[in-house]
């Protein structure tokens, strides 16, 4: 569990246990859990929906990352968190600062499919790497611009037939095209590389959960202890 991306759900609900009797109390400890993780189950549900909110169109794995630690008789806390992984990139939504890379540089698709959630498929560069008319570089343009990253050569494809190391011919080449560049075709950017960027959104993950906590906590445990003194009454 990251620390800047944990909540803690308790109370101070043992106090209301006091002067009643000995059977009722026995209730109070389980009554105030079940209360403090209806809680944070609430919280929880309204940081997944931050998620969906804030990002544009988070990937399951992003969605499914809050979890919830849930409160027992023995130990009344409850913690809502961010799983770690998730965590370490979304860091920056709640603190600030910069995107998290996932390699030493911003991967910046152009010419190329991403899946549905608009990010560049897992394994998409390794495989790239192995093609043969794929290379990874810098690259000055025509305008002076040098430009560093994974680019296609132009193929002859009347000439020339690229195979993988199966022996199947590859797909997606990038045709060659005599009319450009002198008869020699022209490159075509498929991953620009970058700097990482400013992160402009903000999640409000604590601001958020405390909110959530002080509007639900006090009915939850009321519900819970309601409950609980009819089921003594009724014992």
């Known amino acids: 569990m990251a620390g800047l991306m944990t909540i803690r759900v308790t109370s101070n609900a043992r106090d209301l246990a006091r002067g009643l009797n000995d059977f009722i109390q026995k209730q109070v400890p389980f009554a ?5 993780n209806r809680t944070a189950q609430r919280v929880a549900d309204v940081e ?46 709640e603190t600030g600062g910069v995107h998290k890379l ?30 043969p008319d794929v290379f990874i570089g810098a690259v000055k343009t025509a305008s002076g611009e040098t430009i560093n990253g994974v680019w296609q050569r132009p193929t002859d494809t009347k000439r020339v037939s ?8 590859l797909g997606k080449v990038n045709k060659l095209d005599t009319e450009q560049n ?42 819970a202890l309601s409950a609980a003194l009819k089921t003594a009454r009724r014992a």
């Not at 809050?66 to 799983?83: D, E, I, L, S």
């Open 32 to 36: 105030i859990a079940q209360g403090i």
């Open 48 to 93: 997944r929906e931050n998620l969906a909110d804030t990002l544009t169109n988070p990937s399951p794995f992003t969605r499914n990352a809050v979890g919830v630690q849930r409160a027992k008789k023995g130990a009344p806390t409850a913690v809502v968190y961010m799983k770690d992984i998730t965590a370490s990139y979304l860091e920056p939504f």
């Open 102 to 131: 996932n390699s030493r540089a911003l991967l910046n698709p152009k010419n190329i499919r991403l899946n549905q959630y608009g990010q560049l498929p897992r394994n998409t560069l390794a495989a790239l790497k192995e093609r």
């Open 162 to 169: 690229l195979l993988n190391a199966r022996g199947k011919r």
């Open 182 to 223: 002198g008869g020699r075709g022209k490159l075509k950017l498929l991953i620009r590389f970058g700097e990482a960027l400013p992160v402009k959104k903000r999640l409000d993950w604590g601001a958020r959960a405390r909110r959530t906590v002080d509007q639900w906590i006090n009915r939850d445990l009321e519900a």
